[in-house]
Structures are given as C-alpha cells and as structure tokens.
C-alpha cells in the first residue's frame, strides 16, 4: 500500500489531520487498533458529559419543588442511563465513520508501529506513505503501589460503572477527578477527593479554585488537600485507603485520576529516531518531529491535553503537509472547561501567570459577581467572571465560574485570542438577559463605564 499520509491513531487529533488533509487533494489511510473517535468519544469527552447531563438532570428535579414543579426523584435507573450515553456514543461513532467514508479516507483496523522511513507496519501489512502522523493520545496514569482493577477504577470503568456507589474515594483533584466527583454527588454518593496539592484544579486561577472548593463544600464533597496514598487494599465489600500523613479512608470504589500521559511505548518511534521527552514527542512549532516527514499531534504534544487542541493540531499538520503556512496552535489561547457544577471555563492567563509575566502593577483584574446577572438567578446558579488585563491594553485572560458558563468561553477565547482591548469590545451589544452580559459588564467595567458594576 502507498499513500500521501498515514495517521496512526484515529481519535481527536488523527481524525482531524485525515479529515482536512483529504479535504486538502491527499489519499489518507488512518491505522486504528480499535475504534475511530478514541478517548474523547468512546472513552472521555462526549461519554462523560452525557452522565453529566444525568447528574444536572437529578439536580434540576431535587430543585423543582422550588420553582413549583411538583416532581419527585424516585431514583435514577443505572442501566437506562447507561443506554442513554451509549446510544449518544453510537449515535457519533457512526456520524465519524459515515464523515470519513465520505471523504475517502481509509481506515485500517490494526496496531500501528513505525517500521523505518516513510514506512508503517499495520498487523500484517506495511504501508508506504511520504507523511507520517503520530496521533496515539495518552493513557491514565497511575501512581506506584497502585493497580486498576476490580474497586480501583481509572475513568474509563468509572464511566461504565453498572451501580451507583455509596461512597468513593476519588485520587487527584484535577478535570477528570472533580468531574467524577461532581457527578457521583448529584447521584447521591459520598466523595472524598484526595489531591497532592492544596487546591482542586490546581493550575486554575485563583478565583476558579475558591470557588469550586466553596461549591463542593456546599455540596458535601469532602477534600483532602495536600495529601497523597500511601497504600491501598481491596476486597468483596470496598477499599481501604491509607494516607501518607497516616490517616486512613474506606469506601466502595477507588477512582484513579492522577493525570495522563503521552501514548508513545512501542510504536517504534525511538528505533526510527523520533526524539522523545519524558514520553512526549518533541515537535516544532509546526509539529515536525526529529525525523523528517514524521510529525505528532495532540496528547502526545506536550501541553494542555484536550481533543480541540488535537482537532486544531490536526488541521495544521494537514495544511502543512499540503504546502500551506497555517499559524501554530498557541496553547495559552486553548480555552478550557471543566464540567462540574458549577462549570469552570477559562482561556488566556492566570492572575498569577499574568503578574509574573507582565508584573503586579502592569494589570488590571476585573471580578463580576454572577449575582448580578438575571439569567443566573433564573438558572438558579452563582459564580463569577474575572477578566484580566494589561493596563491600557489587551485582555490577557478570563475565568468563569457558574452554570452552563463553557458556553460563554467562545467570546472569551476570541477578545484573547484577537489581543482585543476591553474598550474595543465594550460598545458591541450582548442580548438581555443572557449570562454573557457578565461578560460585557466586565469589558464595560475595565474600559472605565461600568454600567450595573459599584
Ligand atoms: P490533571 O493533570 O488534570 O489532574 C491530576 C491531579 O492529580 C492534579 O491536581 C495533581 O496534583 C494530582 N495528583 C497527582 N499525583 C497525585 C497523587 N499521587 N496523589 C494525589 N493527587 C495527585 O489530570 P486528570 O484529571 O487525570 O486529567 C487528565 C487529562 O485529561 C488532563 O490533561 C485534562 O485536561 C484532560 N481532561 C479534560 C477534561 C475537560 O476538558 N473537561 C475532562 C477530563 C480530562
């Protein structure tokens, strides 16, 4: 076989360069050993925001007496809500399969490794191509002492867990475990987070973190901070958990969320001379790799790991490839959002990333209390908007705390991503009521014409 392309690995990234490069005139042949869509759609994403939209739906009902609907919750039926996500899963499984197919774009079903230049072995046939695309993703993490099986969980049996526990202990306080976190609370379990460092979502910003930890409080999600495993044991019944700092935990279930890392052992990717760090795949700005004609997107790229920056590194090798100049993907500019409840979303810089890069006295910060918008209120959510700027100049950064606020990151991502000033942006007109007033508050406030802002 011989072809323009071959992507190894048919998920996030591997799909889009396919997808965009056969856009672009090239003959694509992706290799996947299992199903095409990877994590985000079979194992991460789209399946885990479906049991989220059954824990915003239980809330909602537990709520409803207050608003005068008379409803109540008799319980949540595990396997209808099982049915529910795999048919959503299914559903877009095939929706990508049918896109590809349209395309032209073959898929081989196998395990791919690099079997020397320009060549990919995939089972039993070897593929010639003039590109390469590493594109294999990441694996969860998991901490010494530790092994996932039967009540220790990494997300993806969490996710098919056919029961809802009455308790379990979640190991690290980043997305994927205050995520968990926050859904198994809406189905009525107890939660205890256990997190290394002394905040959830550690790399957040400051206001971010504040108030999820208020939230979770609120909602009787216990957090051990600054705390770590030291063993952990199993049986029949649950598992017992013991901390460094001596203290012990049981529950039902132990969820492992300690991080990802880079998908790249036993690709061949070393014996081809792929340079490689820490795991990852050392890239240029234009994704090239060591090798000439081999280039990585996605989890295997060191930064934020998330499938729209895979989908936006696909699209650029793909355009690369087919001899344009496209602008390199800038992770500061990839917006990111956590799907608790409340929601966090946030793109650009920290507060503490901005004063370190711009100086203390160099920015202006700017908190907008959710409680000022009606259509919080009538959403029955709080939270807050932070924009930070650079004094007399652009927008550096904006963190949203609330319900449904990912929705409102789009804006957020383009006065970032355009370097826009906030008197820029201030005299277009948000719709009332909609959350993203907050946002124009916000601008309005930092141009120096707050209008519902003291
Ligand atoms: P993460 O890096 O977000 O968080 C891991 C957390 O575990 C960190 O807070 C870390 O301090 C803590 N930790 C590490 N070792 C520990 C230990 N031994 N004991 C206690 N705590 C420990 O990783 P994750 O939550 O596993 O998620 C993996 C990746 O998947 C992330 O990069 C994330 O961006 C991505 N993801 C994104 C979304 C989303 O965009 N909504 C959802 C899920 C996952």
Redesign the pocket.
């Known amino acids: 076989m011989h072809t323009d392309i071959v992507v190894i690995g048919g998920g996030s990234g591997g799909y889009a360069t396919a997808l965009r490069a056969a856009e672009l005139g090239k003959r694509v042949i992706v290799v996947e050993r299992d199903k095409v869509g990877g994590t985000c759609l079979h194992r991460?994403?789209i399946p885990?925001k479906a049991l989220l939209h059954v824990a915003e739906t239980v809330d909602a009902v537990r709520e409803a007496a207050g608003l005068g609907v008379l409803a109540e919750l008799q319980g949540v039926d595990v396997s209808r809500m099982h049915a529910f996500r795999e048919g959503l899963v299914a559903k877009k499984h095939k929706g990508l399969q049918g896109l590809l197919k349209a395309r032209g774009i073959e898929v081989v079903a196998a395990e791919g490794t690099i079997a020397g230049p320009g060549r990919v072995r995939a089972g039993e046939t070897e593929i010639l191509a003039t590109n390469i695309v590493i594109a294999t993703g990441a694996y969860t993490r998991v901490?010494p002492g530790l092994e996932i099986g039967g009540r220790v969980l990494s997300s993806e049996q969490a996710l098919e867990l056919g029961e809802i526990p009455a308790s379990v202990i979640v190991?690290?306080?980043?997305?994927?475990?205050v995520?968990f976190a926050s859904l198994w609370r809406s189905l009525g379990a107890e939660v205890t987070i256990?997190?290394?460092?002394d905040h959830l979502v550690?790399t957040e910003d400051e206001t971010l973190r504040t108030q999820l930890a208020r939230a979770f409080r609120k909602r009787g999600i216990q957090t051990r901070l600054g705390?770590?495993?030291a063993t952990a044991a199993q049986d029949d019944s649950g598992v017992s958990v013991q901390l460094e700092d001596g203290a012990s935990l049981t529950a039902d279930y132990l969820l492992v969320?300690?991080?990802?890392g880079p998908a790249t052992t036993g690709l061949g990717l070393e014996e081809a001379g792929v340079r490689l760090d820490r795991g990852f795949v050392v890239t240029d700005v234009d994704l090239r790799t060591s090798v000439e004609g081999v280039w990585a997107v996605g989890d295997v790229v060191v930064g934020?790991?998330?499938a729209h920056r895979g989908f936006q590194h696909g699209i650029q090798v793909a355009e690369r490839i087919a001899g344009s100049t496209p602008a390199p993907v800038a992770d500061e500019l990839v917006p990111?959002?956590?799907?608790t409840s409340p929601e966090l979303a946030s793109v650009g810089l920290t507060r503490a990333q901005a004063e370190e890069r711009h100086g203390v006295d160099a920015i202006t910060v700017l908190d907008y209390n959710l409680a000022g918008n009606a259509r919080t209120e009538i959403l029955g959510g709080s939270g807050s908007v932070r924009v930070i700027r650079k004094t007399d100049g652009p927008v550096l950064g904006v963190h949203l705390a609330g319900p449904r606020v990912g929705e409102l990151i789009s804006e957020a991502q383009l006065v970032v991503g355009w370097d826009a000033h906030p008197e820029d942006v201030a005299p277009l007109v948000h719709a009332h009521p909609t959350q993203s007033e907050a946002l124009g508050e916000a601008f309005l406030a930092l141009a120096g014409k707050p209008l519902h802002v003291l």
């Open positions: 991460g994403c885990t901490p190991l690290g306080g980043g997305v994927i475990g995520e256990v997190e290394a460092l550690p705390a770590r495993v969320a300690v991080g990802r934020p790991q998330l990111r959002i956590v799907y």
